[in-house]
């Protein structure tokens, strides 16, 4: 059973605008969630994250929202540039213990964005 | 800046052979992670380690081990390759302790290719 949902597998949007990825979780467990971005040929690489405690948290062009009640997260970007274009994956993950230490990651299948000019 | 060496960018073995998959961490951080990633299914976790001779369970941890003999190095090991196990292989680490924890911090990837 997925935990963590990506539908979209691709994503078109045009150079300027804003480009929204979209993540639904289902374990009520999860209080933390993580976007990454993937080059091909790469390790993904950390963007952006987020406490359940929030519910919005803006670094530059990137927001990520929060929605505990529908369990729902997005990724916005904008605006869009070439170098966003990359797989994108949301990942949740719940705290192990008290004494901290995260668990491994649950991650989303990805969302390709492509950014067209 | 986070350093996560992965021993070989790209492999190819034999159905049948056991292959090791050497990950390197430079930081002494003490949690250690391998994951597979594959068309369409995302990154999934094979096994993670807290500590030094320390190892649990991913999501998919059949026909793999790992050994953790000391605190930058974490092996991935797989017993009798299969052809079901050809995959991108990822590394990461992330920092024991606090919300910071939460965050890991991956390899660059073994394209692993068993024919």
């Known amino acids: 059973d997925q935990q963590v949902k990506q539908n979209s597998p691709s994503l078109s949007v045009q150079e300027g605008r804003i480009s929204i990825l979209n993540c639904d979780y289902t374990?009520?467990?999860?209080?933390?969630f993580l976007w990454y971005k993937k080059y091909p040929a790469e390790g993904p690489t950390f963007l952006i994250s987020?406490?359940?405690?929030?519910d919005k948290n803006e670094d530059g062009r990137f927001t990520v929202f929060l929605n505990k009640s529908a369990k729902h997260l997005s990724l916005h970007i904008v605006p869009s540039q070439p170098g966003d274009s990359a797989v994108y994956f949301c990942a949740a993950s719940a705290l192990w213990d008290a004494g901290g230490g995260a668990d491994g990651l649950t991650f989303g299948k990805g969302t390709h964005l492509i950014i067209q000019p | 800046d986070v350093k996560v060496t992965q021993s070989s960018r790209y492999l190819v073995k034999r159905t049948g052979e056991k292959v090791f998959l050497e990950c390197v961490q430079d930081m002494d951080h003490e949690n250690m992670f391998w994951y597979r990633q594959d068309p369409g299914l995302g990154l999934r976790l094979i096994y993670f380690s807290y500590d030094v001779k320390m190892k649990e369970k991913g999501d998919i941890p059949e026909g793999y081990s790992v050994s953790r003999e000391k605190k930058e190095r974490f092996s991935l090991i797989l017993e009798s390759a299969s052809t079901n196990q050809t995959s991108m292989y990822l590394c990461?680490?992330?920092?024991?302790?606090?919300?910071?924890?939460?965050?890991?911090?991956f390899g660059p990837g073994t394209r692993l290719t068993v024919t």
């Open positions: 987020i406490s359940s405690i929030k």
């Open positions: 990461a680490i992330s920092i024991a302790g606090g919300i910071s924890s939460y965050e890991q911090y």
């Open positions: 374990n009520s467990m999860f209080d933390y």
